[in-house]
């Protein structure tokens, strides 16, 4: 099956490869379930849990993609950010397409960065900028108060451009200071609840099956392998 994941972002990349790869491992080991879909003009998708896939993925990112242009993330929500990258790269590729919009809500702040969460320390900023700018703004936040969500929205294209949506999250708190080296974005500083240790702490192990990303990735890919099977048969690939 060929898939476009329409992002230059290899960070972004490398989570939802490994999604793919862990529920490859369980289509090996026979643990399947069942789940439902909604279209993105009724909503966003209530999948729950995995099922299994094959290991047949044909990967692609917008670096296999000559000519696919540049996306303005612009919207006001996640999904609209979202859906304007997933149209951009099908109009060009043709072929069942994945795009994701994520970002950090932090409750002392209103809910901010929000959307504007890779940009909210200004353009160009390095993850350390948008770091130090978070735990700038929260010096004076008790840990009570530093409650906070990653988000992560994914809209799938398929070729006969059917739009479908899913969302995942991840709620935690904000560290007091920068910890770890693994991860990207805000991860040094992000505890996912139920942790003591932050994303950039636990790695990948962890993060690719807790996180926003992980969650979404999960319903994706269960939401795939049930079209898959509506076909009635294997030989009926998805192309």
């Not at 139920?194 to 702490?201: C, P």
Request: proline letters at 4%; aromatic letters at 6%.
């Amino acid at each position: 099956m060929k898939l476009l994941l329409a992002t230059r972002n290899q960070n972004k990349v490398t989570e939802m490869q490994h999604a793919l790869e862990g529920t490859s491992r369980q289509a090996e080991d026979g643990d399947c379930t069942a789940t439902n879909r909604m279209s993105c003009s009724e909503g966003l998708s209530p999948f729950s849990r995995p099922t299994c896939v094959s290991s047949d993925w044909q990967v692609m990112t917008l670096a296999d993609l000559p000519g696919a242009p540049d996306v303005e993330e612009d919207g006001t929500t996640f999904q609209e950010n979202a859906l304007k990258k997933a149209r951009s790269a099908a109009r060009v590729a043709g072929l069942w397409t994945l795009a994701e919009d994520s970002g950090l809500e932090i409750d002392a702040l209103g809910g901010e960065p929000g959307v504007r969460s890779a940009r909210y320390a200004g353009e160009g900023a390095s993850y350390a900028d948008l770091v130090r700018k978070v735990l700038g703004l929260l010096v004076a936040v008790p840990e009570e108060r530093r409650t906070a969500r990653f988000r992560c929205v994914m809209c799938l294209i398929d070729p006969a451009g059917k739009e479908t949506c899913f969302e995942g999250r991840c709620e935690g708190r904000i560290a007091q200071d920068a910890r770890g080296s693994a991860g990207f974005g805000y991860d040094p500083v992000f505890i996912p609840e139920g942790y003591t240790q932050t994303f950039a702490e636990l790695g990948l192990s962890v993060k690719g099956r807790i996180s926003h990303r992980a969650r979404a990735m999960e319903q994706v890919i269960a939401f795939l392998h049930q079209t898959r099977g509506s076909k009635g048969s294997r030989d009926q690939e998805i192309e």
